[in-house]
């Protein structure tokens, strides 16, 4: 059995009651403690001012964490340390209400139950930062939600395309090169297409697999690990053109809809018995569960190369193979 052993534990900067469970962002070959909290986002050792509430969309920190992305239901907003807004691009409403008008600040809808309960999209930086990716949605009802490459330095639009999905959340997998990105769109319990995006500095393409929820990238970027939406199954795809390299299938195993790709050769994946096993992505076989010296809270998150991560509501504890 693969024992594993704690490399560190990092204590969540805010208090849980008024924050997400703390997590590590693998940032320009660094690890990165962010939590997100109802006032505030902590990336490390810098504080960023939230527009709204922790309930009302997600978050992208840049690579630097000297910028932190608000993905809201009306709108991306960019944010310093300072708490300066850099650039603001809006968009049509995740919300199930029809908005009469495009509100321009959160107190506009923050007592209403359609905006609290809204559908969300995501944002992701691009590993050099210079580019940001965004799932919005849209004003179009033919084509209601749009992926983006922007600017990241000022917001400009660089590139759209039509998702083809009515999401009720999202989540961005950037890729060691610039020009890719991953995209996971949830749209229930049936369906949750992984897209691969490509921008070649003037055409943002996009590959699309159905029926997958996108895990994590390998070390190198050659190759991805997905699992399917009934979650029985997991797929390694190669990362160019998304070719499928190798399966694992077992009726009798749920799979976690998160994972971790810390080596070329293997993964990190747990299942609904709360057991973490390695994945031999050469011959996709397993070996475990997992042997950790504390019980781990949750799935294997990933932590950059070498390493994977758990986290609970007040600390994230980052593991390697001992």
């Known amino acids: 059995m693969p024992v594993a052993r704690l490399v560190a534990t990092l204590p969540a900067p805010l208090d849980p009651a008024t924050a997400d469970e703390p997590g590590v962002r693998h940032l320009a070959g660094r690890n990165l403690l962010v939590q997100r909290g109802d006032a505030e986002v902590a990336a490390g050792d810098r504080r960023f001012p939230a527009p709204w509430p922790r ?65 969300r999209g995501s944002a992701g930086f691009s590993a050099d930062g210079r580019l940001l990716w965004a799932h919005v949605r849209t004003l179009d009802e033919d084509e209601p939600e749009e992926w983006l490459v922007l600017d990241a330095a000022d917001g400009t639009v660089l590139g759209r395309v039509p998702t083809g999905t009515i999401a009720s959340d999202s989540a961005h997998a950037p890729h060691p090169d610039p020009a890719a990105m991953g995209l996971t769109v949830a749209e229930g319990e049936e369906s949750s297409p992984v897209l691969w995006g490509h921008w070649d500095g003037d055409e943002l393409t996009v590959r699309r697999l159905p029926e997958d929820i996108l895990l994590d990238i390998s070390p190198s970027g050659e190759s991805f690990l997905t699992a399917d939406v009934d979650m029985r199954g997991l797929h390694l795809y190669r990362a160019g053109d998304t070719t499928p390299l190798g399966s694992l299938r077992d009726d009798e195993v749920v799979w976690d809809f998160q994972g971790a790709f810390p080596w070329e050769s293997t993964a990190v994946v747990g299942t609904d018995e709360a057991e973490h096993f390695l994945i031999d992505v050469a011959t996709m076989t397993t070996d475990g569960p997992i042997t950790y010296p504390i019980t781990p809270d949750g799935p294997a998150l990933p932590a950059g190369p070498g390493t994977w991560a758990t986290a609970g509501r007040d600390a994230v504890h980052l593991w390697e193979v001992g």
């Open 55 to 119: 309930g009302y969309g997600s978050i992208a920190v840049a690579p630097g964490g000297d910028v932190v992305v608000f993905a809201g239901v009306h709108a991306l907003r960019a944010v310093d340390s300072d708490g300066l807004t850099r650039w603001e691009v809006r968009h049509g409403c995740w919300s199930d209400a029809i908005c009469e008008v495009a509100h321009t600040s959160f107190e506009e809808y923050a007592d209403d139950s359609d905006h609290r309960c809204a559908s």
